[in-house]
């Protein structure tokens, strides 16, 4: 099995529109093996940001993703990576595919309701940034 980090942004919370893209995730056979809200402070931010530091959209972002509240998870099965980015759709909204996520409830490119993965090493790295090993359920159903 193979894991994926997703981050639920504060545009996806603040819409609420948690519940639905939950049930588009599980109605996709992921597991959920990880979830918490957090509170994505600037150092917090800055330092998941870090490679994009010093580009144009950088701080914009930073600030965007102190507005709300964020959930980060952990989603797994097979091809993880590969079917979140698949459903995700395209950064921007205005190319993702059909009946992708962001098709579905992205504003723009900032304000694109979810983050994911875009690597299976990207992936290890960012389920360690936000979650320690106990915090991760093995062993479920899929």
Known sequence: M????????PDCLLRNLFGKVITIIEENGFAIIGLKMIRMTL??????YKMHKGKDFYEPLLKFMGEAP???????KENAVQDWRQLMG??????????????????????????????VKSAQQE????????????????
């Open 2 to 9: 193979e894991r994926t980090c997703v981050i639920f942004k």
């Open 43 to 48: 150092p917090l931010a800055e330092g998941f």
């Open 70 to 76: 964020c959930v980060v998870a952990v989603l797994e």
């Open 90 to 119: 395209s950064t921007d909204p205005a190319e993702a595919a059909e009946g992708t996520i962001r098709y579905l409830y992205a504003v723009n490119v900032r304000r694109n309701v979810v983050h994911g993965s875009d690597s």
């Open 127 to 142: 389920i360690g940034y936000f979650f320690s090993e106990s915090e991760i359920i093995h062993n479920i159903q899929h």
